[in-house]
């Protein structure tokens, strides 16, 4: 949601790890200072943060990985009490001003929406699966960052966003009456496991989607 002030980046998409591998990669040709935070569960302090040299390895961290944080400006300085994983060098960059949240697509139960990993040789209980829709996005208030801040957040998370574009194609997906829903992006690998088994697609409520 955008709030009165605020700029706003936000792309809904489905993806498996190597489409986040992808899209780490072209990002971080077109980016090579890219690093990305873990974000881990519960209140913060309770558990470690680090920053990573890759996406798969911030989600990789800790337990389940379901999110991960790429700081604006790309190559910024971390805030305090976020420690460098191995082999990480310390950012020189100014400091943090705005954060893309990417929060990891994935499987769920239909009847109690319980989370499954990406573990292949997972089975559900009885009844159906769902791949829930995962999210790219970004806010700041240019009041808040200031005006030179403010372009080059928004020239970095323009640019950011056009690289998931080109690691992705749209999702071309109706939902039960045939009503089309469009402005989502789909991973390569994503497209191909849900047209070979046929599972289901959805976005928060309990709306859901197929191929077209």
Same mark, same amino acid.
């Given at each position: 949601?955008?709030?009165?002030?605020?700029?706003?980046?936000?792309?809904?998409? &489905?993806?498996?790890?190597?489409?986040?591998?992808?899209?780490d990669?072209?990002?971080? !040709?077109?980016?090579?200072a890219?690093? &990305?935070q873990? /974000?881990?569960? /519960?209140?913060? %302090?309770?558990?470690?943060?680090?920053?990573?040299?890759?996406?798969?390895?911030a989600?990789?961290?800790?337990?389940?990985?379901?999110?991960?944080?790429?700081?604006?400006p790309?190559g910024?300085?971390?805030?305090? %009490?976020?420690?460098?994983?191995?082999?990480?060098?310390?950012?020189?960059?100014p400091?943090?001003?705005?954060? #893309?949240?990417?929060?990891?697509?994935c499987?769920?139960?239909?009847?109690?929406?319980?989370?499954?990993?990406?573990?292949?040789?997972?089975?559900?209980?009885?009844?159906?699966?769902?791949?829930?829709? /995962? &999210?790219?996005?970004?806010? &700041?208030?240019?009041?808040?960052v200031?005006?030179?801040?403010?372009?080059?957040?928004?020239?970095?998370?323009?640019?950011?966003?056009?690289?998931? =574009?080109?690691?992705?194609?749209?999702?071309?997906? $109706?939902?039960? #009456? /045939? $009503?089309?829903?469009?402005?989502?992006?789909?991973?390569?690998?994503?497209?191909t !496991? =849900?047209?070979?088994?046929?599972?289901?697609?959805?976005?928060?409520?309990?709306?859901? #989607?197929?191929?077209?």
């Open positions: 949601m955008a709030y009165a002030g605020s700029r706003t980046v936000n792309v809904g998409m &489905w993806l498996l790890p190597d489409d986040e591998d992808a899209f990669l072209a990002l971080r !040709m077109a980016f090579p890219t690093a &990305w873990c /974000g881990q569960p /519960g209140a913060p %302090g309770l558990h470690p943060i680090h920053l990573h040299e890759s996406l798969a390895t989600m990789r961290c800790g337990s389940r990985g379901v999110q991960a944080f790429l700081h604006l790309i910024a300085r971390p805030p305090d %009490g976020v420690t460098l994983a191995d082999g990480v060098t310390v950012p020189d960059g400091p943090v001003a705005a954060a #893309f949240e990417l929060w990891r697509s499987r769920r139960h239909e009847l109690d929406n319980t989370y499954c990993d990406h573990d292949p040789g997972y089975r559900h209980a009885a009844g159906g699966a769902y791949f829930d829709v /995962g &999210w790219l996005d970004v806010r &700041w208030f240019e009041d808040e200031g005006a030179d801040t403010h372009q080059l957040l928004l020239q970095q998370a323009r640019a950011i966003r056009s690289v998931l =574009v080109a690691a992705t194609r749209p999702a071309r997906i $109706k939902n039960q #009456f /045939g $009503k089309p829903l469009t402005g989502y992006r789909i991973g390569h690998a994503a497209l !496991m =849900v047209s070979t088994t046929g599972i289901r697609l959805g976005r928060p409520g309990t709306e859901r #989607f197929t191929l077209t």
